[in-house]
């Protein structure tokens, strides 16, 4: 049966290991903890519950791609005669394995980029792949802000970082974006709604377990409504745009909506054991529970949205 998530069913979160049917590996080192075969952030006050292992580094970079191919472009704000020009520094914010800002510093030889993640361990150096000269990482906790003076950087990037802040912190965060920007900057956050459109009576019974894993956690999952408000109650961002996507998923959306399906769903598996308490079903039934849910993306024309909302820092 199902059952709303509460506060003290956190207790069960795929990063304790107790709850794994599977073998797992308890040890710590330093700021991860290893389950089920994968290895997890265990940072105080990060409620990211992804896994960050090289399975995860190739499904971030097939989804870097995957929406790259939506929006034809990996950006919207108008920066790109500037940066074919150079001199600007740019940062990712949030780079994890560092995609975007490869893609940015190999198209914009001239110009400098600055990846900050909080785990050193998904950079390119770490995967012993060479890096463009135009190009630095930097190892931060982007909760405990941004190790850099004001006005430091002409274009500020964030990209699906919904599961990274909680709601509190997030408006942290995006001030401090806005710090250090320089006045004219552009800021820009690339993000999805975690909402399955025109869904079907299981899809959305697993929506409304999903969502309540998240706000569990502190979690917005449509965070990407409110950063427009957030950059506006600044009171230093302007001529803010928000633009939108929606794409179909499975079949409906030919390959595109396949592989996008097969992404989102990679992304949680490893919680698949935490997933199946909450929806009431067997650990052994999750990749058929899975499949029917793939299914009902084609009986329904299902389909996701993502956004990009951008604006200028004042003069």
């Known amino acids: 049966m199902e059952r709303n998530l509460s506060k003290s069913d956190i207790r069960f979160h795929p990063l304790n290991a107790s709850n794994w049917n599977e073998d797992f590996d308890e040890s710590i080192l330093e700021n991860y903890r290893f389950a089920g075969g994968r290895r997890f952030h265990n940072v105080d006050g990060v409620p990211y519950f992804l896994a960050n292992d090289e399975e995860e580094i190739s499904r971030l970079q097939m989804h870097h791609y995957l929406y790259r191919y939506i929006w034809q472009s990996i950006y919207s704000s108008p920066m790109h005669e500037k940066l074919a020009l150079g001199n600007l520094k740019v940062l990712d914010s949030g780079c994890g394995p560092g995609t975007w800002i490869l893609d940015m510093a190999n198209s914009y030889t001239k110009s ?13 150096s770490a995967q012993n792949e060479d ?3 135009n190009v630095a990482f930097l190892e931060r906790n982007i909760i405990d802000g941004f190790p850099f003076p004001n006005d430091t950087f ?4 964030q990209g699906f970082m919904n599961f990274a802040f ?3 912190q997030w408006q942290n965060v995006i001030f401090d974006m806005v710090r250090i920007t320089k006045p004219g900057g552009w800021i820009e956050f690339t993000e999805t709604d975690i909402e399955t459109y025109f869904a079907g009576p299981l899809t959305k019974k697993f929506m409304k377990s999903f969502h309540g894993l998240l706000n569990a956690r502190c979690l917005d ?3 990407a409504s409110r950063i427009e408000s957030y950059l506006q109650s600044t ?5 803010i745009h928000v633009e939108r996507k929606s794409t179909p998923l499975g079949s409906r959306g030919k390959k595109l909506g396949e592989l996008l399906s097969c992404n989102e769903w990679a992304s949680i598996s490893h919680a698949k ?6 929806m009431g079903i067997p650990i052994e039934e999750y990749e058929d529970f899975v499949e029917k849910i793939k299914k009902e993306y084609d009986e329904n024309k299902s389909y996701c949205k993502s956004y990009r909302i951008y604006g200028r820092k004042k003069y």
């Open 235 to 239: 009171n230093q961002v302007v001529d």
């Open 166 to 168: 909680t709601k509190n």
């Open 154 to 157: 002409d274009f500020v990037h």
């Open 112 to 124: 400098i980029f600055v990846g900050v993640d909080l785990s050193s361990t998904m950079f390119p």
């Open 273 to 278: 054991a935490y997933i199946c308490k909450f």
């Open 131 to 133: 890096t463009p000269d």
């Open 221 to 223: 999952p449509f965070i």
